[in-house]
């Protein structure tokens, strides 16, 4: 597609429930990460990946956290017994390599809310 | 680690007249790329404008420029003849040269653009 496409764009689940948040990166990208953005507050780093290099998992706030990316494209972001904290956009970008030149296009995020 | 403040979380201007937005950085490295990014009500992250460290020369794209004061590590956004649509959240961001590379972005501010 043109853009970082992620999916769904807006969650409501029950707090204890595990969700899914799937993110589709700019063809050509080898780049792809995932930042947690809370209510009126900035980006907070969750995961990166680069090709096929182990990805940088330290952002992620716990191990309720994980994102696996296949075959180099797609990732899905999965948090497990969601907690009410966990509630906030989830945005995910991509760019061309990870050199730090290159443009990061950032997706219109999934926003999560935990009841 | 990197830290990024924004110190300014509103701001309003005038249609027509001229806004800067602060920002500061706290880095140990030399080298390295500063980045102003718009995200409007959509949620998407919109890249403004970029300046890499090693450049005196302030970036500048039509009605937006920085001032980039590399030992006050200082990075403001300058926007001229301010526009209705230029009312967004704007963050500013860091980001390494080197392997590990994602964005440490700033709070935030948001810019209100009177009629």
């Known amino acids: 597609g043109a853009g970082v496409s992620q999916s769904p764009s807006n969650k409501v689940t029950e707090k204890g429930k595990d969700v899914e948040l799937r993110c589709d990166p700019i063809?050509?990208?080898?780049?792809l990460y995932w930042y947690r953005q809370s209510l009126g507050q900035g980006l907070e780093f969750l995961i990166y990946?680069?090709?096929?290099?182990?990805?940088?998992k330290s952002g992620l706030p716990s191990d309720r956290f994980s994102a696996e990316r296949t075959g180099g494209s797609v990732s899905t972001l999965t948090i497990q017994r969601t907690q009410q904290e966990d509630s906030a956009v989830y945005l995910c970008?991509?760019?061309?390599?990870?050199?730090?030149?290159?443009?990061?296009?950032f997706g219109e995020g999934s926003w999560l809310t935990v009841v | 680690a990197q830290t990024v403040t924004q110190s300014q979380p509103e701001m309003s201007v005038q249609e027509a007249e001229t806004v800067t937005l602060s920002c500061t950085y706290d880095?140990?490295?030399?080298?390295?790329?500063l980045f102003w990014y718009k995200q409007p009500p959509s949620r998407q992250m919109i890249l403004v404008i970029r300046?890499?460290?090693?450049?005196?020369q302030n970036a500048t794209e039509n009605r937006f420029s920085v001032n980039f004061q590399k030992a006050a590590k200082s990075f403001s956004l300058k926007i001229s003849d301010s526009q209705l649509g230029d009312a967004a959240m704007y963050f500013c961001?860091?980001?390494?040269?080197?392997?590990?590379?994602?964005?440490?972005f700033g709070g935030g501010t948001r810019l209100m653009v009177k009629p």
């Open positions: 970008a991509s760019s061309r390599q990870s050199s730090s030149g290159n443009t990061i296009y």
């Open positions: 990946f680069q090709g096929n290099s182990a990805p940088d």
């Open positions: 300046q890499e460290a090693y450049k005196q």
């Open positions: 063809s050509g990208h080898t780049a």
């Open positions: 961001a860091y980001r390494r040269t080197n392997a590990g590379n994602m964005l440490t």
């Open positions: 880095t140990s490295e030399s080298d390295y790329y």
